[in-house]
């Protein structure tokens, strides 16, 4: 099956910095997400994005659509130890019929002492 | 409180076990779905159901199969015919099957000894 191609797919940072990181696709999306899995726990859903070019915020998390509706962006602001994870996009092509969810390779994040 | 709960959390057998891991949501989630996860890789779909005794093959369908016969529940058994079956197992679901954001349970890790 197809995946997203997310990039970086690891990053390390100290703590403070901010981090950015991105999904993109060849096929147009109609549906963004973005979900954090901490090790050994389930992707827990951090923002979704429903219209091409919203910009959305949950705390230090910005992500936003692409105007294209091909890519999306995440961003974390002032990083934290607990932002430590795997950060996968995810994607709908159709909000209607049996569309699967396609899922990115995920971006890796730790942060040096 | 409203989740997905996956039990057990760690999974031991032998060689040549069929195994049944079990997923229950009290959501009112129409669709479900089993994900498996390999070390430093992303999500792969096994078989998803969009509503009660139905369902269909995901990516990977091969050497598993799994039934559901009640709304809350999409339990998937790993049968001897999957030849690597060791991995970490993603249960999720979404109110409906088309478009909307999936919820994931905590997993369960499977090791085949």
């Known amino acids: 099956g197809q995946q997203l191609n997310q990039s970086p797919q690891s990053m390390f940072i100290q703590e403070g910095e901010d981090v950015s990181m991105n999904c993109t696709s060849s096929?147009?999306?109609?549906?963004w997400l973005w979900y954090k899995q901490d090790p050994g726990e389930g992707p827990v859903l951090l923002i979704a994005?429903?219209?091409?070019?919203e910009l959305t915020s949950n705390g230090r998390l910005t992500a936003q659509f692409g105007i294209t509706r091909k890519d999306s962006f995440l961003n974390i602001s002032a990083s934290i130890p607990s932002d430590v994870g795997i950060y996968f996009c995810?994607?709908?092509?159709?909000?209607?019929?049996?569309?699967?969810?396609?899922f990115g390779t995920g971006t890796r994040l730790t942060i040096i002492p | 409180d409203g989740g997905i709960t996956q039990s057990p959390k760690y999974l031991f057998r032998k060689e040549g076990q069929n195994v049944t891991l079990s997923c229950e949501q009290n959501?009112?989630?129409?669709?479900m779905y089993w994900y498996r996860q390999d070390p430093g890789q992303g999500l792969r779909l096994i078989y998803y159901?969009?509503?009660?005794?139905?369902?269909q093959k995901g990516d990977i369908a091969e050497g598993y199969s799994v039934s559901r016969e009640k709304k809350e529940s999409f339990p998937l058994t790993v049968t001897s015919a999957q030849k690597n079956p060791t991995a970490f197992y993603l249960c999720?679901?979404?109110?409906?099957?088309?478009?909307?954001?999936?919820?994931f349970g905590p997993g369960t890790r499977l090791t085949v000894l």
């Open positions: 999720a679901s979404s109110r409906t099957g088309g478009g909307d954001t999936q919820y």
């Open positions: 096929s147009i999306f109609n549906t």
């Open positions: 994005l429903y219209k091409a070019g």
């Open positions: 995810a994607g709908h092509r159709s909000n209607f019929g049996n569309e699967k969810l396609t």
């Open positions: 959501l009112n989630h129409d669709a």
């Open positions: 159901s969009q509503i009660v005794n139905d369902f």
